[in-house]
């Protein structure tokens, strides 16, 4: 059973970095992209971008080039994502998620979601 | 990037009701529109992929159809449970986009 599990929720300052983790099992993740999803309740969902473990390349929606960093470390079958400069529009859900095709489609399967609280 | 503009935001009715939903892209996409229901709290759950190919473990009364420009969501005869937010996503290009989303609400 294909299953992704995501850490735990984070609150941080201002101006600092976190780093989620996406930790996948039932499968091997560099058989797979896996997609990174911000979802705010008043702004809906918005894609982040993908890894490809298998060869660390990455793709990210223009809005996320300067925010995000996706990394995978198939030793330990996991997928993150470090956020930087945060500031109080990086409030919000972040999900881990998988396609069961490597070309665009859908996401049949998704993390629980890691919340993300940025306040002073 | 692909533009997806879903109607109404919110929908109000009685269970037992059926309801349309509307998903429409800023150019011509195909089929390749996929949607989705997400309760609060929740991951999002995929209805429906490439605008009307059901899915294994979706209840029949929710359908899709549509192509090009103009997608639409239906549920026959909601239930309790379908009270929840509904987007549509799109991956014809990248980015991949999602519609704002339209919630379905309890009259």
């Known amino acids: 059973e294909v299953q992704l599990q995501q850490s735990g929720p984070e609150l941080r300052r201002p101006g600092s970095s976190v780093k989620l983790s996406c930790k996948a099992s039932?499968?091997?993740?560099?058989?797979?992209?896996m997609h990174w999803v911000k979802h705010r309740p008043e702004h809906g969902l918005e894609w982040i971008g993908w890894?490809?473990?298998?060869?660390?390349?990455?793709k990210y929606a223009q809005k996320f080039q300067s925010k995000a960093t996706l990394t995978a470390d198939t030793s330990s079958n996991t997928a993150y994502m470090q956020l930087s400069s945060l500031t109080s529009e990086d409030t919000a859900t972040y999900f881990c998620?998988?396609?069961?095709?490597?070309?665009?489609?859908?996401?049949?399967?998704w993390g629980q979601g890691t919340l993300v609280t940025v306040s002073s | 990037d692909i533009v997806l503009t879903q109607s109404p935001a919110t929908l109000s009715v009685t269970p037992g009701e059926s309801v349309s939903l509307s998903c429409r892209a800023s150019?011509?996409?195909?089929?390749?529109i996929h949607w989705y229901q997400q309760k609060s709290n929740e991951s999002p759950r995929l209805l429906i992929k490439?605008?009307?190919q059901s899915i294994s473990g979706i209840p029949s009364r929710f359908s899709g159809s549509g192509s090009g420009t103009d997608f639409t969501l239906s549920i026959n005869r909601v239930e309790s449970e379908d009270f929840s937010v509904y987007y549509c996503?799109?991956?014809?290009?990248?980015?991949?986009?999602f519609g704002s989303g339209t919630k379905l609400e309890i009259k």
């Open positions: 996503q799109q991956s014809y290009s990248l980015p991949l986009t």
């Open positions: 490439f605008a009307s």
């Open positions: 150019q011509g996409i195909s089929t390749s």
């Open positions: 998620a998988r396609m069961t095709m490597m070309t665009p489609g859908w996401f049949a399967y």
């Open positions: 039932g499968y091997s993740i560099t058989d797979y992209l």
């Open positions: 890894i490809d473990p298998e060869d660390g390349e990455t």
